[in-house]
């Protein structure tokens, strides 16, 4: 981590000249080439949402999330009339740009422009959306808009028991900063916070490297991918769970 020198010889933090807090993130959709990301909205993408969770037989889902599982659709949209309403979290469907269903639902929120940070979470993607370029691509939309915008910190947090969501900030690129011991406590259980980040500085080169992949031409006629994408970068602690998820044969 690169230091300065105050007038006093006290090691500080690098300047940042001529600063300014970035807008926060509108409502406006997000358009890419597999699919879009719209505004969440019980009208459009409750009955899209329900049935692709459902798909879900298991419910593994839900396991780690604040919210869900739902019972019924009433109930599910009851949830979505409450969460679609704040600007922070500010949730948005993913929708496969083929079908035009929705099959998934991501958030910004700790959206934080004094200090230029913003998270990315409350993420649910269902089985039509796992394992997926659109899925990808959705977090490479939402990354690109909020630096776009002038953020210098994105985030990624989870269960650090999550192996899943942990390998998948890995692959995308974040760097692993530490775990937060007892958190919170979610659905009666205690919550360590596995925290990841991507900074400013480090996005160009990420956003090279996710516009190759994403590249049609990475992809065969069944749309299997042609070479993974993998930009983990060296984290200071690796969890044996993670190592066995990133041995599993992944789709894209």
């Known amino acids: 981590m690169d230091s300065f020198l105050n007038h006093l010889g006290q090691p500080v ?40 969770y459902g798909l879900d037989s298991e419910g593994r889902l839900w396991t780690y999330l604040p919210y869900g599982p739902f019972e019924t659709l009433k109930d599910f949209s009851l949830w979505m009339d409450e969460v679609s309403k704040p600007s922070d979290p500010l949730y948005f469907a993913i929708i496969d740009s083929a079908t035009g269903k929705a099959t998934g639902i991501a958030a910004f929120l700790r959206i934080d422009p004094k200090n230029g940070s913003i998270e990315v979470g409350c993420l649910c993607f269902s089985p039509l959306l796992q394992r997926t370029a659109i899925a990808t691509e959705a977090m490479f939309l939402m990354m690109e808009y909020a630096f776009s915008l ?18 998948a900030a890995e692959r995308l690129g974040f760097t692993f900063e530490g775990v937060f011991r007892q958190a919170t406590v979610v659905k009666g259980h ?38 993974r994408l993998n930009l983990r970068r060296n984290s200071p602690e690796r969890d044996s769970n993670i190592d066995r998820i990133d041995r599993q044969e992944e789709k894209v």
């Open 150 to 167: 002038g953020f210098r910190r994105y985030e990624w947090k989870c269960n650090a028991l999550n192996a899943p969501s942990r390998a």
């Open 13 to 52: 933090g690098f300047p940042v000249e001529n600063w300014q807090a970035p807008d926060p993130p509108s409502r406006a959709p997000i358009l890419g080439r597999y699919c879009r990301i719209e505004p969440l909205d019980t009208g459009r993408h409750a009955v899209d949402l329900f049935f692709a």
């Open 190 to 227: 205690n919550r360590d916070t596995a925290w990841y980040s991507i900074l400013d500085c480090e996005w160009p080169d990420l956003r090279v490297k996710f516009l190759k992949w994403l590249d049609p031409e990475n992809f065969d006629s069944f749309g299997q991918q042609k070479n």
